[in-house]
C-alpha cells in the first residue's frame, strides 16, 4: 500500500515474487517455441509466436482464477494473494502481444483496417459452431485492459471497494469469453486431442476448485443460534487465541472476536479492502490485520489508522458463565466500543 498513491519501493518479496513469475513465463514461451514445430512443422514464426502468447495468456488466466479459492482451502497459498495484480497485469499484457500479432497475422494486410477487418470479415453470428471467435476474444481482451488499468489503490479508494471488487469479478467473464473463443477458434483447426483435453480440463479445475472452496465456506456460513434477547452465543473465553479471533456467522454476515491484551472487541469479519478474511487475521502491533494485503483497524472501533479511512461496524459484547455472547446488531462503522475484559487475564478483570 501507500499512503498517497506514490510507487511502493520494491521489497525482497516482490522481487521474488516476479522473478519467479517472470522465470516461469520464459521457461513456457521458450518451451512451446522448442515443442510446438515437432507438433507442427508447417506452422509460421509470426503464428508460432501469436499461439504462444495466447496460450501463455489462456493458463495464466487459469493461475489467476485458482489463487482465491486455494487461499481458502489453504492458507499456505496466501503468499500467492499478496502480489495477484502483478499476475493480472502480466497476463493483460501477453494478451494485448497476442492479440496484435493476431491482427497482423490474419487482417493486416487487406483493404480495411485491421481492427475493423476483425469485426466484419466473419458473418456468420447466426452459426454456433462458425460464429466469430474473434468477438469473444476482443471481449475478453477489454475486461483484462479495464482491469489492469484500473489494478491500482487510487481506483480501489475511488470507486469505493464494492464497486471495485464488482468490477473486477469481471474476469469470469472474460474467462468464459476465452474459453468460447478458443472452443471455436484454435479447437476447430487443431487435430491434436491435447489441445481440446486441456481446455476441457482447464475448465473442470476452475470449476471444481471454486465449488470446493464454496463448500468449505458455506459450512463457516452456518447461522448461530441467537438467545431470547437476540444476542448470539459465540464460544468459552479460553477457545479464543490471544491476538486471533472466532468468527461467528450472525445477522447476516461474519462477526469476528479477538482477543488481545486481556480484552475483547467484535467487528466486521469482511475487510474494506478487497473483502478480505478479516477473521483470520491476527493483532500486529495493536492493530487488527488482515491475512490477505495487510490492511489494518483498531480493534475497538473497527477504524483504519490515519491516513486511511476505511472503516469496520463494530459490535457489543457480553461475558455470561464464562461463555462469550455477542449483539448481532451491529454499530455504525468506526463505531468506538468499550472492550469487553477477560477475567484472569492480564490487562483483564480480576477473576
Avoid at 502468447?53 to 500467492?80: E, K, M, N, Q, Y
Avoid at 469470469?172 to 487435430?191: E, I, K, P, R, S
Avoid at 483504519?304 to 451491529?330: H, I, M, S, Y
Wanted: glycine share 10%; hydrophobic share 45%; aromatic share 10%.
Amino acid at each position: 500500500m501507500s499512503v498517497s498513491y506514490k510507487a511502493v519501493q520494491w521489497n525482497r518479496q516482490k522481487l521474488v515474487y516476479d522473478a519467479v513469475l517472470l522465470a516461469a513465463l520464459g521457461t513456457y514461451l521458450v518451451g512451446f517455441h522448442q515443442l510446438a514445430p515437432r507438433l507442427d512443422p508447417n506452422v509460421e514464426p509470426m503464428n508460432l509466436r501469436m499461439r504462444a502468447f495466447g496460450s501463455a495468456a489462456f493458463l495464466l488466466l487459469h493461475v489467476v482464477l485458482s489463487i482465491g479459492p486455494l487461499c481458502r482451502i489453504d492458507r499456505r497459498f496466501l503468499p500467492l494473494l499478496y502480489n495477484r495484480r502483478h499476475m493480472g497485469v502480466v497476463l493483460c499484457g501477453l494478451a494485448l502481444y497476442h492479440a496484435d500479432l493476431a491482427l497482423t497475422w490474419y487482417h493486416a494486410y487487406g483493404n480495411l483496417e485491421p481492427v475493423v477487418s476483425l469485426f466484419v470479415s466473419n458473418p456468420a453470428v447466426g452459426s454456433v459452431a462458425r460464429f466469430p471467435f474473434e468477438w469473444l476474444g476482443a471481449g475478453a481482451l477489454a475486461i483484462l485492459v479495464l482491469m489492469a488499468a484500473t489494478s491500482h489503490d487510487f481506483w480501489l479508494a475511488n470507486l469505493t471497494a464494492p464497486t471495485w471488487k464488482a468490477l473486477h469479478m469481471g474476469v469470469y467473464a472474460a474467462y468464459a469469453l476465452l474459453v468460447g473463443h478458443v472452443a471455436l477458434g484454435a479447437l476447430q483447426t487443431n487435430t491434436h486431442p491435447g489441445l481440446t483435453a486441456g481446455v476441457v480440463l482447464g475448465a473442470l479445475w476452475i470449476l471444481g476448485v471454486h465449488l470446493v472452496a464454496a463448500h468449505r465456506e458455506r459450512a463457516a456460513d452456518t447461522p448461530a443460534t441467537a438467545g431470547a434477547d437476540g444476542w448470539v452465543e459465540v464460544c468459552a473465553v479460553g477457545e479464543i487465541p490471544e491476538d486471533r479471533a472466532r468468527v461467528v456467522f450472525a445477522g447476516g454476515e461474519r462477526i469476528a472476536v479477538f482477543r488481545y491484551d486481556g480484552r475483547l472487541s467484535a467487528l466486521s469479519a469482511v475487510c474494506q479492502h478487497q473483502n478480505g478474511p478479516l477473521g483470520e487475521g491476527r493483532i500486529v502491533d495493536g492493530l487488527v490485520t488482515c491475512p490477505w494485503h495487510g490492511f489494518q483497524y483498531r480493534p475497538d472501533c473497527g477504524a483504519a489508522p490515519e491516513p486511511f479511512t476505511e472503516k469496520l461496524p463494530t459490535f457489543d459484547l457480553a461475558l455470561r458463565q464464562g461463555r462469550v455472547w455477542v449483539n448481532p446488531r451491529p454499530h455504525p462503522p468506526g463505531t468506538p466500543v468499550e472492550p469487553l475484559p477477560v477475567p484472569g487475564a492480564p490487562g483483564g478483570e480480576a477473576a
